[in-house]
């Protein structure tokens, strides 16, 4: 029997520490430790907790992930600003009751701070990924009853079922703090959270300064925040009571893995979705949303609105503070009231409804929420200080009240049910209104006398529309300068050669100089080329809609007697094809340049795919259209040729395919299908010729008898993708980071649309270095594929061309 004993009590020890090992169990009892190299694993298996190094830094940190997240994704760090240098700490409870960690000397790096007793406290990993301290009898899932829980202490992100806001019986504020960068997860100067005023909103911060603002919390929404709308990924709660106001999301399907993180380096809190066939993070949302999402971005009494241009518009009744500074695009100083205003005489006294709006700062308001609208409007009308009212929840009968105090702050435009009533002089609004009437029968008449002239015209405006590219001046309605023909002349000294800096399909370049002495290039359109009014109008139109670093800016346009230019800004450096396909200047791009140029065009593309106002599809990326300014940053030029996506719409088809033969993607080349993942095509051919330094050519020049694109593939299935990189990279080149590079060129050229990443996705991966890639499929466009698009295409007209020139009406063979 004592042998048996024996042997019984080491089979147990051996199963305790098989479990603490493994990571076999998802709770830490009092007689428990968790050591460097073990873990929990949450009951469902969705989450872990353990030891890990952030990036490349050799720092341990105690932190949760998901398990089953092939790359790591950390959403809870305890020790974030107290790192461990080696493998020896351990976790365990103490006998306060707190999970405390601490190093080989026993020195405390870290701990909880309940002080809640219970005689068997254990922690538990949960499967919503919420690390607990809970009394062993207790097994219940409320909060209450919980003695310590890692979501009332949050790093930078929000999970599902997590709340964001204040627990006002035991005083928590959940602050979200950003990890300084990828590789160090220590508290940054980012931070987001509720702010705590009578009418509450989330907010982030950049230091001290206020970065966004949502809008009042309100109504089961926000007035102002894209994450609070109505969305088919996730449910969302609001609530606002005496124990606690917050708000919570939780996830419609159970399946998807979807986050909200607070980035640093990029200034952003984004909702990212986990795509398991790419195996990428995908960027759902991202906040702030555009530029009218800066707060405060026009100032006191302006508004904010994305489509106009300017996008800073004064409220009715005021004017800008400083006409100076507003011409420069400077609004921070905001509006001020156009006439004399004094409070206290009633029938002076008005306000002017603002429809559809973020409401302003909460900072200086007051609440009632049993308050109707009307006496809402009256005790307004009895404070000098009170500058607007509105409806605290307009989903209920009696609305409630909302009054600001002071000036109005950070409005902007948006999709709302919200309205804002800005108290002003009466007489301003009557006058408006008066103005208004005037102006719809002016219109009136105005529309009718165009009626009759338009019947008079139409015969002759028939016969010259076949006239309009060779003998027309066309001055679009265009928020952008125009250039007269004798400026242009005298800037390019009569479009001299010696001023010519190359030429492409659509005609010459010219190098000019202004009068002011700003140097610019005009693209100059050929008589004989095939890019017509309509191209040149679309070019037009798109660049001056179109603002990224990335993105090349157009300052200006010239049509008249016959001529049709474009002007841009100079870029000293001309295109990437004269580095990268030039034996001596492509030794001047080493790999970090090469990086960095491969990294702006990425994002320049991410811009016009899903940034911008418009969601652009180029069709026409290739290095001959990367321009390069003085610090050699990449700006995607010439859009001539690029198609604006309405609403939702991700592809179309053409019976007229154009672009550049060794680029275009294989189902836009022989069945003119096209989409944003023709533009991720030819970025990733555009990746393949930055790297090795050879073109893509149509023509073989492999002995295997491949272009570019099948050659990397050759490699790649050889396990030998190195010796694709360019030899003038051999001493700068960081080889791991080039293959990675290559491989995620070879994701971007998969014969399939759906299997090519986005652009998002693309940016994220080229991003990182830790994260593990996908294995590429396939490539389209093989040199098969080339001599076959004749008969696949035989019905189409193809515009393309196989060296570097763009073309257009040119039948198919």
Known sequence: MTIFHAMLVVTEFLLLLSKLSYGADDIITQSDSLSDGSTLISKDETFELGFFNPGSSPNRYVGIWYKNVPVQTVVWVANRDNPIRDNSSTLIINKQGNLVLLNRNQ????????????????????????????????????????LWQSFDYPTDTLLPEMKNGWDKKTGILRIFTAWKNWDDPSSGDFTASMRLTNNP?????????????????????????????????????????????????????????SILVLNQTLLLLQRLIWIPDSRVWSNYLKLPHDACDAYNVCGPYGKCVIDASPICQCLDGFKPKSAQQWSTMNWADGCVRTGNWSCGIKSRDGFLKVTGVKLPDTANTWV????????????????CSCTAYSSFDPNKDSGGCSLWFNDLKDLRVIESSRNLYVRMDASNIGDKHEHTKTAILLVSIIVSAVIVMLLTLYISRKKRKNRENNNEDEHYDLDLPYFDLATIVKATNNFSEDNKLGEGGF????????????????????????????????????????????????????????????????MSNKSLDSFIFDQIQSKLLDWPMRFNILYGIARGLLYLHQDSRLRIIHRDLKASNILLDRDMNPKISDFGLAKMCVGDQIEATTNQIVGTYGYMAPEYAIDGLFSVKSDVFSFGVLLLELISGKKNRTLTYYQDDHNLIGHAWKLWKEDNIQSLIDDNLKDTCILYEASRCIQIGLLCLQHHPDNRPNMTSVVVMLNSNNNTLPLPHEPGYLYTEIRSIGEASSKRQISSSINNVTMSQLDAR
């Open 368 to 383: 009632d929420v049993n308050m109707t609208l009307d006496d809402c409007k009256l005790k307004c009308l009895q404070n």
């Open 201 to 257: 909103e989330t907010a982030i911060w950049k230091g001290s300064t206020e970065f966004y603002r949502s809008g009042p919390l309100t109504g089961g929404t926000s007035s102002g925040a894209y994450e609070m709308k109505v969305n088919p990924l996730t449910n969302l709660e609001l609530v606002n009571n005496e124990e606690q106001v917050y708000y919570m999301y939780t996830l419609k399907n159970k399946s998807v893995f």
């Open 107 to 146: 020195s405390l790096l870290w701990s909880t701070n309940t002080t809640k007793k219970s005689s068997t406290p254990i922690v538990q990993l949960l499967n919503n990924g919420n690390l607990v301290i809970r009394d062993e009898k207790d097994s219940s899932a409320d909060e209450d009853s919980f």
């Open 507 to 570: 005609g010459p370049v010219y190098k000019g100089k202004l009068q002011d002495g700003q140097e610019i290039a005009v693209k100059r359109l050929s008589w004989s080329s095939g890019q017509g009014s309509k191209e040149f109008r679309n070019e037009v139109i798109l660049c001056s809609k179109l603002q990224h670093r990335n993105l090349v800016k157009i300052l200006g346009y010239c049509v008249e007697s016959g001529e049709k230019m474009l002007v841009y800004e100079y």
